[in-house]
C-alpha cells in the first residue's frame, strides 16, 4: 500500500509511533526491546524502512547505549528518537540529561509500566515525576506529551519532533501502557522525505556534521564547562528557552467545564475512563466537568487556576499513588479541596470506580 498520502489502519499505540516515524522522515531509532512497547521496535524491523527512506533501525545492547547513539545522531542535526519503558527509561537518565544540556532535539517514547523497580509488564502512569520533574541530574526540562489514544500515540510524533526542533531541547511521549497496547483505528499521515544534509545545515546551523568541517566553520558540541560563572550563563539560557516553552506551548482539553461544580483531572488513557464516568454522574444530575492536561510538561497551570475559581472540589485520577496532584495543587493554591484517586501494580479502575471516588472524596464531604 502506497504511503504518499494519508492511510486509515487499525494498529496498536506502539506500532502507530512506528508508522508515524517512518512517515514523519525520521533519520534514525536506537531502541532495545522490553514490554509493554517492544512493537516499536519490532514494527520498525517488520517495516525494513532502511530499504524504502534509508532510515536507520538499530537494536542496541543495552538503554544505556540507546540513549548514547540518540545523542550521537542528534549532534548532527538528525531527526533520531528511542523507546522504552520505565525501567529501561530509568537507565537512560544520564544521557537524557546530557542531550538537553547539549541543546539537541531528540524524541523519547515511554510506554509506561509499573514499579518501582522492575515491578510489573502491566499500566501504569508513575512516571510522571521523573518526566516532569527532570528525572537526571541538572536544571533542565522535557517537553512532555501525553496522548490518550491511538491516534494521538501517531499525531504527537511530528509534534514531539517539531517541538524538539524548534526550541533545541528533547521531547518526550510519556504514554501509559493501555494506549501502547490498545489498538483503534489511526489515519496516518502521508510520507515526508527524510532532510537532505543542505536542509540540515540550512535549518541546523549548529550541527556537529562534515558538510560543516568542509565549509569552514566545524562545530563542537559539549557538555562540559569548567568556568563556573559561564555554566552559569549557560543554564541561563536553558531556563529563557523553559520559560518561552511554557509562555507558547502548553496544550489541554476541556470536557464539560462551563458549568461543573466539581472537576476532575486525568491525563492519557485515565482521562478517556473519566469522562466515562462523568457521562454518567451526568445522567444522575451531577454537575462533572475534566481537564485533560495534553503537555505534562509545561503544565496548564493557569487554565486550572481559572477552573478552581468556580468549582468546589477537584478530583485527581491516576494509575500511580499521587504524583500529578502535586502540580494541581500548585495550581490551585489550596482555594477548594483537590483529593486523590488512584489505582497501582497495574490494576486500571473502571468508569463505576471513578464515580464512586467523586463522590466519596468529593461531593459527600462538603454535603
Not at 514531539?160 to 489498538?183: C, E, H, N, S
Not at 486525568?266 to 485533560?292: N, P, V, Y
Not at 496548564?300 to 499521587?322: C, D, F, H, M, Q
Request: net charge negative; aromatic share 8%.
Amino acid at each position: 500500500m502506497s504511503n504518499d498520502k494519508p492511510e486509515v489502519m487499525l494498529m496498536k499505540g506502539n506500532e502507530a509511533i512506528a508508522h508515524a516515524a517512518i512517515r514523519y522522515g525520521c533519520d534514525g531509532y536506537f531502541g532495545y526491546p522490553i514490554t509493554p512497547q517492544s512493537e516499536i521496535l519490532e514494527t520498525l524491523e517488520a517495516l525494513m524502512p532502511w530499504e524504502t527512506t534509508g532510515m536507520v533501525v538499530l537494536q542496541a545492547e543495552s538503554e544505556v547505549a540507546s540513549i548514547n547513539m540518540v545523542y550521537g545522531g542528534a549532534s548532527t542535526g538528525k531527526a533520531v528518537f528511542t523507546s522504552s519503558s520505565s525501567p529501561g527509561i530509568s537507565l537512560m537518565q544520564e544521557g537524557i540529561s546530557y542531550i538537553a544540556a547539549g541543546e539537541l532535539p531528540a524524541l523519547i517514547v515511554n510506554v509506561m509500566r509499573g514499579g518501582p523497580g522492575l515491578g510489573t509488564i502491566h499500566p501504569s502512569q508513575a512516571d510522571y515525576f521523573q518526566a516532569t520533574k527532570g528525572g537526571g541530574h541538572g536544571d533542565y526540562h522535557l517537553i512532555v506529551l501525553a496522548p490518550k489514544s491511538v491516534q494521538e500515540m501517531a499525531d504527537f510524533v511530528a509534534l514531539g519532533f517539531d517541538l524538539a526542533f524548534k526550541y533545541r531541547t528533547p521531547a518526550m511521549i510519556l504514554a501509559d501502557g493501555i494506549v501502547g497496547q490498545m489498538m483503534e483505528k489511526v489515519v496516518l499521515p502521508p510520507q515526508r522525505p527524510r532532510r537532505t544534509n543542505e536542509q540540515i545545515m540550512k535549518e541546523c546551523p549548529w550541527a556537529a556534521t562534515g558538510d560543516a568541517i568542509k565549509r569552514g566553520h566545524p562545530n563542537v558540541l559539549t557538555t562540559l564547562e569548567l568556568d563556573s560563572a559561564q555554566m552559569e550563563k549557560n543554564n541561563e539560557r536553558f531556563q529563557a528557552t523553559y520559560r518561552k516553552i511554557e509562555e507558547n506551548e502548553v496544550r489541554f482539553e476541556e470536557y464539560l467545564t462551563d458549568d461543573a461544580e466539581w472537576l476532575v483531572v486525568a491525563f492519557g488513557s485515565i482521562a478517556r475512563i473519566c469522562q466515562t464516568a462523568i457521562d454518567e454522574g451526568r445522567k444522575q444530575g451531577l454537575k462533572i466537568g475534566l481537564i485533560r492536561p495534553i503537555t505534562l510538561w509545561p503544565f496548564p497551570y493557569e487554565e486550572i487556576s481559572r477552573l478552581s475559581k468556580k468549582t468546589r472540589g477537584i478530583l485527581v485520577v491516576e494509575l500511580n499513588a499521587g504524583q500529578m496532584i502535586e502540580d494541581v495543587r500548585l495550581a490551585v493554591e489550596g482555594r477548594v479541596p483537590v483529593k486523590h484517586f488512584g489505582r497501582m501494580g497495574g490494576i486500571v479502575p473502571d468508569p463505576g470506580e471513578v464515580l464512586k471516588a467523586i463522590r466519596e472524596k468529593l461531593i459527600d464531604e462538603q454535603e
